[in-house]
Each structure stands twice: as C-alpha cells, then as structure tokens.
C-alpha cells in the first residue's frame, strides 16, 4: 500500500482527528500485546525496529550488524517476517528456490549476506535458527513483537521522514507511541539528518548513534549520465536524493508503493519511457529482486551501505553480547 499524505506533515486536519479514536484502541492493543513475556533464546538477540509502518532504514542497519559479528567469527543469523511473502515459516531463506512472492523482498537481501530466517513466530523462528547453528540473532523488524525477547533493540529514524505526523495508526504511521518504542530500545540510530525534529520526541537519556547511506561504486559510471529512476519502496525521495548526489541526471521518475510487485507489463512501460528519454533505467536492490527475472540484466542497479559517524559506538553496543557468545575451541 501507498501511505497517506496525511501521514506526514504536522499530525492536524479533519482525518487524522476523525481517526484518533481508532489509533487509541490501536495504541491500546498493541502495549496490551508488547506486555506479554516472550521467549529467551540462549544468544543474543539484537533486533533493529522502529516506530513506524513502512521502512526507515532496518534492514541497511541490520546488514551492518551481521556483517560486524561476522568480522568477531560469530555465526550470525537474520531473522524477519518475510512481509510479502506467501510463506510463514519457520523456513530458512534459498534465494535459489525462493523469490520475493515466497519470502519477500528483505529476506532476499539478507540473505544474499548471511544465513536467514522467515517466520511469523518469531520465536519459533529463533528456534530454527539457533538449530541450524546461529551463535546471534539480528533481526530485520520485530520491535512490536513480543514472541521473542531481545538483548539489544536499536530504534531506528529515517532522518529525511521521522515520526510523519507524529499520531498512530490510522490516523498517522506510528505502530506504537514513540516513548512507548523508546522505553524498550537501547539506542536511537538516525540515518541521515534530522530534517524533521525527530530526536526531540526522544527521551533525554537515550543515545542517538547517527549514520548515513552512502551509495555503491556503481553511482560513479552514473555520474553525468541521464537515468529513469524507479522504486517501490517507503520513501522514494530518498533514492533520487542518492542518484542526485552522485551526479546523476535524472531525466525521467516513477514512484510505486512500497514491495510493489512489479509484471513485465510494467517493465515494458518503463523501459519504454527510459528509451524515449534516451535514459538508463536504474532501480534499488530491493526492487531489483522484485522484477520478472528476464528484466533484470537490464536494470542498472544502485547499492548503498551505512557509514556510522562515530563506529565505536556501535561496537560499544555489541562487545558485551558478543562475549556471551561460546566460540568453538
């Protein structure tokens, strides 16, 4: 789905108003749910969440971590949802049997990376993880799970979106109340620059770890060069944004809602579009793994990874949950 434009801005006007009985019950059931007990795995469990529906940047962080205990020697495995896949799981991830209609588009990504895990039960799912040999857990989403417990949660901010208009579904995009997401997290982690007075609705006494995205090697043979930029992702702009600062000329756009699942009559209409304005056609590598497979060689694909302004921070976060891992003799 596509989020409402009332979603952003400064949470006034008659809809979000005529919702905000809706978003109390939301609100409601969902701290009535998150005050359940869930399971403790015997690793540590780091989750990257956020506060709000749509994307901020949880899988880029989630990505990062893998890799960091990676680079320890600790056998790390991700764990999701799947959202936009068919299956619930527990399964683990083949990205050479499964596509994104199985276990959606996030999944592929991960595990692309490392070992990855699809559940619904996120318990359940740790579970089958741990069995297939995980010595850690970083999971893609889950904050507003309870079924597993967490060691670490990182709340993570789009920088550029923030909070939208500050109020809970329906009404806005929030899933729970911010200080409600807060009180469980033991760090912030803003991507990019706080363009819309997110770290002020943050409690005084939770760090805030900034990062950025920096774009893939790719970007430079863009530079100078007309595009046709496509995405179906939450927050297109930020994809634009990327290609614009790496000196692409974007001479043709097209949005789509967010896992938007692309068919070859779209991809003719798009590759019509870029040959009449003489562009390259270049997407996301989350929208990439979307397109009909006879498409793709023919998509110039933009990567991006976090750069941490201070990494020493996140390490510090880590260092305590990598100790308790047993490494083999």
């Known amino acids: 789905m596509r989020a ?45 969440g956020n506060a709000t529906a749509g994307g901020a940047g949880k899988t880029t962080v989630a990505l990062d971590i893998g890799r960091r205990l990676g680079n320890r020697g600790i056998n790390a495995h991700f764990l999701l949802r799947g959202y936009g896949g068919r299956i619930k799981g527990p399964a683990r991830v083949d990205p050479a049997q499964h596509d994104s209609t199985a276990v959606g588009d996030e999944a592929l ?6 070992p990855t ?24 989403d889950g904050l507003q799970n309870p079924t597993l417990e967490k060691d670490l949660s990182l709340l993570v901010i789009d920088g550029s979106y923030g909070f939208g208009n500050g109020r809970v579904i329906p009404a806005g995009p929030l899933r729970e ?26 409690p005084e006494a939770l760090p805030v ?13 863009l530079s100078g060069q007309p595009v046709f ?9 930020k994809f634009f944004a990327t290609l614009q600062e790496a000196g692409a000329f974007i001479a043709g756009r097209q949005a789509y809602a967010d896992h938007y699942p692309y068919d070859e009559g779209d991809l003719r209409d798009l590759f019509a579009e870029a040959e009449t304005l003489r562009a390259t056609p270049v997407t996301t590598k989350k929208d990439w793994v979307r397109l009909p497979p006879a498409y793709r060689n023919r998509v110039t694909v933009v990567t991006v990874r976090l750069e941490w302004d201070e990494p020493v921070a996140i390490e510090a976060l880590i260092d305590p949950l990598a100790a308790r891992v047993p490494m083999p003799a």
């Open 109 to 114: 990504l991960l595990a692309a990376e490392r």
């Open 229 to 237: 930029a496509f995405c179906g992702i939450a927050n297109p702009r």
């Open 4 to 48: 409402p434009e009332f979603w952003s801005g400064g949470g006034g006007g008659l809809v979000p108003f005529l919702l905000s009985p809706v978003s109390a019950l939301y609100a409601a059931t969902t701290a009535r749910r998150m005050a359940r007990h869930g399971w403790t795995a015997p690793v540590p469990v780091l989750c990257c």
């Open 177 to 202: 109340p911010v200080a409600a997401a807060a009180a469980r997290s033991r760090a912030a982690v803003l991507i990019g620059e706080d363009e819309t007075g997110a770290l002020a609705q943050l």
């Open 117 to 140: 895990w699809v559940a619904a039960d996120r318990a359940a799912g740790a579970q089958a993880a741990i069995a297939g040999g995980a010595q850690a857990i970083v999971m893609d």
């Open 209 to 221: 770890l900034r990062a950025r995205l920096v774009p893939g090697p790719e970007t430079e043979l």
